[in-house]
């Protein structure tokens, strides 16, 4: 391979320094000879936010471009980059790319799954011990300078259902047995019920229902494909205790958030931590910002300070594997969806 042309486009957290990660674009180049790395971060957020001023230069790069790496990608990529062979995401979930016009062409995507699986099972975790210590009710209280004793909860002996076992529903397994927790769980794959590393059972996805029914809190770790959207909806929450919370971390849409808001009105359920809505931002007439019993975050679960860097590492691997013909790590499948 002669030369590679990468095109790095990392999300803008801090206005003050949008420009991508100089060690990362050092660590990218030296992945193998022949590579040329162009840093289009700053265009690409410009576009994004409305400034037709960035399209004419951030059109140049995307022409010459082989390779894209990513995670907020320019609109019509195919028509303004057809050179485009490979899109490394710097993300796990590959439902933002599935509305694109790449999902549809041959070049090939990639993500960063299992960077995510600390970070997001700790939130799970965060999430659960909120509930049971009543988290909220003390943030009220303080606001009120109320002082009122209550009495908490423990997670010890619960029981823990996780939709979906994947990297970040091991993960969030592995913590809630260090919590003394019960773990039963779902994937998608598995045929029959068995047994899994911090898994006391494992259930086919047809028993959905009775796991719910089962657990003192849900998470939801599944990704965002046609076959799990609106996968929990009124049978399926009626279907859960009325002491029970379920936490989603997974996407908002896998929820169906008006059977949702309906049963944190009606206590069908307990309550909800969501780090994920259906539309994002949540609008402000949203009921969820009213409801005591939900505990919201903005998508940030997946965070840590050295992400970047960690999903540079990922795509560095992938970039050698790439230039000496070897089989690619985390390639989607379109038919899965993941």
Known sequence: MESLNVLVITPVFDKSTPWADE????????????????????????????DSTAREKLDALLAEADVIYGLFLPQNLLTRAPKLKWVQMMSAGADRMA?????????????????????????????????????????????????RRFMPAVLRSKTVGIVGLGS???????????????????????????????VDRLVPPEQLKQLLAESDYVAITLPLTPETRGIIGEEELKAMKSTAY????????????????????????????L???????????????????V????????????????????????LKRYVNGKKLLNVIDRKKGY
């Open 23 to 50: 060690e990362c674009l050092r660590q990218i180049t030296l992945a193998g000879p022949g590579i040329n790395v162009k840093d289009a971060s700053v265009l690409a957020d410009a576009e994004l936010r409305g």
């Open 99 to 147: 509305r694109s016009d790449v999902w549809q062409s041959p070049a090939i995507i990639t993500g960063v799954s299992g960077i995510h699986a600390t970070p997001i099972g700790e939130f799970v975790l965060q999430f659960m011990l909120m509930f049971a210590k009543k988290a909220p009710l003390c943030f009220q209280m303080k606001q009120r300078h109320e002082w």
């Open 168 to 198: 970040i529903g091991r993960e969030v397994a592995r913590l809630s047995k260090a919590f003394g927790m019960r773990v039963i769980a779902t994937r998608r794959s598995a045929k029959k019920v068995t047994r899994a590393r911090y």
């Open 246 to 273: 379920i936490i989603n971390i997974g996407r908002g849409n896998i929820i169906d958030e008006k059977a949702l808001i309906r049963a944190l009105e009606e206590n069908w359920i307990a309550g909800a931590g």
């Open 275 to 293: 780090d994920v809505v259906a539309t994002e931002p949540l609008p402000a007439d949203s009921r969820l910002w009213e409801l005591d019993n």
């Open 295 to 318: 505990i919201l975050s903005p998508h940030v679960s997946g965070g840590m300070e050295d992400y970047v860097s960690r999903a540079t590492e990922r795509f560095c691997e992938n």
